[in-house]
């Protein structure tokens, strides 16, 4: 009999561990909400048209694709071999399969907008709280599947736009105590403008590539990189320049606008950059060149937060401009931009750094202990009127040794116990006991509620 196991690089979550994650998704969508913005669910899966060649040749490796049914037909053998060879190549066939698990939020969204363009109201402000699949290697803060939540304004060009998301990035990990993190910001005009200057417009993707790893293999290995895209060392000394541009945002947008702002790409990307930075008055947010974000569809500001320096720990946010992404699916001209949290990192980022509030992972609230068959008839009475009151509450389901039931409340960190003999009964009062103080006290039944509501 084989052992029960999870797939690589997912988890089951206990009850401690949701409630600290629906902490953090409430916390989120509260923001989401002020703002202005409106739910959307999508599938989990989309047509694998829908998905491919949206994410660049990296990104559209980690598409997780799901066979089509009926290959165990006898007749669809022929079909189905022939269909994974190709696989094996790197190719796909309808036979084989026709739909994906989606990659991320973005793409499915603009799918949305696209069919119902003529529906929304624009600009129309979505969020999105849901799972996503990447066929990654499995590490510390990244896994094959996680929750992300998006906020994304389409159908509006306006910097305030940019002005709005930074800021709510910033209410949202004020409201989670995580003042610590930093807030990053680039724009993929001035990109595209170190692209013309080092080696073409056909050569955006390979740089940005390179760059978007910077972080992780350091500036000699995107330097080999780059050579292994053929571009000169007069190139690589140009993205070198780049990298290495220092100081303050002041002092980085006069390094830029030397090295970039003769060519017109790299001057509208710095004005829009300057505008956002002057816009936003109470956060706090830096100018970093070296971020790039490899997916193929933004087109103006980018953005990433990383976690306080004191958690060794990636990315927990990201997002930017897409000034045409609709159009990947026939219909043009609706710009948009958006923002990403990244929940699960998020969640191993206020775990490291003990953030979570104490009372985030409580559940029962009040144990009534079972003294008896009629007792507990009783004790149910009592405990529906304080359900009803939003008090959770359970009564031990069988009348056995009152040490078996104290150990029972303090596995389930169960902070009250009730105790409600014939006695009680009688005289109508109950023994409320603290079980972390161990303070017990009479409360007549009248006033039990109340009790509960003040504690």
């Not at 045409?324 to 923002?339: A, K, M, R, S």
Request: with cysteine; proline share 4%; charged share 25%.
């Amino acid at each position: 009999m084989a052992k029960p196991s999870l797939p690589q690089g997912t988890r089951d979550f206990s009850a401690e561990v949701v409630r600290k994650r629906n902490y953090i998704f409430s916390t989120i969508k509260a923001v989401f909400e002020i703002y202005g913005f409106e739910p959307l669910e999508t599938p989990a899966m989309e047509n694998l048209e829908t998905l491919m060649g949206k994410y660049g040749d990296e990104g559209d490796k980690l598409i997780f694709k799901v066979l089509n049914n009926g290959l165990n037909n006898p007749k669809n053998i022929d079909k189905a071999k022939a269909g994974f060879e190709k696989l094996m190549e790197g190719k796909s066939t309808a036979e084989l399969t026709e739909r994906a698990l989606k990659y991320d939020l973005t793409i499915p969204f603009a799918r949305h907008v696209a069919m119902n363009h003529t529906k929304l109201t624009f600009p129309h402000r979505r969020y999105q709280v849901q799972p996503v699949w990447r066929a990654d290697r499995p590490q510390k803060g990244r896994y094959r599947e996680f929750t992300q939540c998006d906020a994304d304004i389409v159908g509006s060009t306006s910097l305030m736009n940019e002005v709005e998301l930074a800021n709510m990035y910033h209410q949202v990990f004020i409201n989670l105590n995580l003042p610590g993190y930093q807030l990053k910001i680039n724009n993929r005009k001035i990109l595209a403008a170190l692209s013309l200057l080092a080696g073409g417009q056909e050569k955006m993707i390979d740089i940005t590539i390179a760059i978007d790893k910077l972080d992780k293999i350091g500036l000699e290995k995107v330097k080999e990189e780059l050579r292994l895209k053929e571009l000169t060392e007069e190139q690589i000394s140009v993205i070198e320049k780049y990298l290495t541009i220092t100081g303050s945002n002041l002092d980085r947008i006069e390094q830029i606008k030397s090295l970039l702002g003769h060519i017109s790409q790299g001057a509208q990307g710095i004005n829009e950059l300057e505008q956002i930075l002057n816009l936003l008055r109470n956060v706090n947010i830096e100018i970093d060149f070296t971020l790039a974000r490899g997916l193929n569809y933004y087109t103006g500001s980018i953005f990433e937060v990383k976690a306080p320096n004191e958690v060794q720990m990636g990315s927990i946010g990201g997002g930017g401009r897409y000034d045409d992404l609709t159009g990947l699916f026939d219909v043009p001209g609706i710009p948009g931009v958006g923002i990403s949290f990244g929940v699960d990192r998020i969640f191993d980022v206020l775990e490291e750094l003990q953030l979570f509030p104490t009372q985030v992972d409580a559940g029962t609230q009040v144990i009534f202990f079972n003294m008896g068959a009629a007792e507990s008839i009783f004790a149910f009475g009592i405990m529906q009127q304080l359900r009803a009151q939003s008090i959770p509450c359970e009564l031990y389901h069988e009348p056995v040794k009152i040490n078996k039931q104290f150990s029972y409340a303090e596995r389930k960190k169960i902070p009250f116990a009730v105790i409600i003999g014939s006695k009680e009964m009688e005289q109508n009062y109950c023994l409320v006991k603290n079980l972390s103080t161990g303070v017990q006290e009479v409360v007549v039944f009248d006033r039990l509620q109340d009790f509960f509501k003040q504690v």
